[in-house]
T-cell receptor, first 117, second 113 residues
Framework: AQTVTQSQPEMSVQEAETVTLSCTYD???????LFWYKQPPSRQMILVIR??????QNATENRFSVNFQKAAKSFSLKISDSQLGDAAMYFC??????????????FGQGTILTVHP | DGGITQSPKYLFRKEGQNVTLSCEQN?????MYWYRQDPGQGLRLIYY???????QKGDIAEGYSVSREKKESFPLTVTSAQKNPTAFYLC????????????FGSGTRLTVV
């Protein structure tokens, strides 16, 4: 079974600075997808960014980018120019491409990000 | 606007009672999912459904039941067999196998009183 580990229960950053959230995963599969989700105090889960494992290029979405290291099974999220609205719980998630794990997202334990003004 | 609607937002259950959480989507997504969220444990999969009239157990299905009679609806029943039901429940849906990610509802907070 796949597992996803977020080793940082809490992180903090000053407004306008950069922060990196860590995620590692364990899988024997070669084809899969990785995601970062944001859960603000409203508790609505919002997709931040997605990475396809067969693509070497790291995904970026505006101020959000990832560092995907397939051999190391690492998938960190970098938030640049942090804003107060970035304060939330962030979840890393893994999805197998096909097979018996159809559509089953596996989540990490989450990292609470605090943004200081 | 397309999306997923979960109701109610807050639900209180007495010991020994069954309760049903509603999840409706108008995104025309084939797949739907139920997750449970507890503090410090992330989200854990309860049940999922790929198509109408078909569903599979997730990692923590004991004490829960679902139905998928319509594409738009995937209600979750928390039965009296679920020993620790107090949690936050999230419903989600996806196009196909979820390669583009899930769309989530706003959740239901269930408390046993």
């Amino acid at each position: 079974a796949q597992t996803v580990t977020q080793s940082q229960p809490e992180m903090s950053v000053q407004e306008a600075e950069t922060v990196t959230l860590s995620c590692t995963y364990d899988t024997s599969e070669s084809d899969y997808y990785l995601f970062w989700y944001k859960q603000p105090p409203s508790r609505q889960m919002i997709l931040v960014i997605r990475q396809e494992a067969y693509k070497q290029q790291n995904a970026t979405e505006n101020r959000f980018s990832v560092n995907f290291q397939k051999a190391a099974k690492s998938f960190s999220l970098k938030i640049s120019d942090s804003q107060l609205g970035d304060a939330a719980m962030y979840f890393c998630a893994y999805l197998n491409a096909g097979g018996t794990s159809y559509g089953k997202l596996t989540f990490g334990q989450g990292t609470i990000l605090t943004v200081h003004p | 606007d397309g999306g997923i609607t979960q109701s109610p937002k807050y639900l209180f259950r007495k010991e020994g009672q069954n309760v049903t959480l509603s999840c409706e989507q108008n995104l025309n997504h084939d797949a739907m999912y139920w997750y449970r969220q507890d503090p410090g444990q992330g989200l854990r999969l309860i049940y999922y459904s790929q198509i109408v009239n078909d569903f599979q157990k997730g990692d923590i299905a004991e004490g829960y039941s679902v139905s998928r009679e319509k594409k738009e609806s995937f209600p979750l029943t928390v039965t009296s067999a679920q020993k620790n039901p107090t949690a936050f429940y999230l419903c989600a849906s996806s196009i196909g196998e979820g390669y583009y990610g899930y769309t989530f509802g706003s959740g239901t907070r269930l408390t046993v009183v």
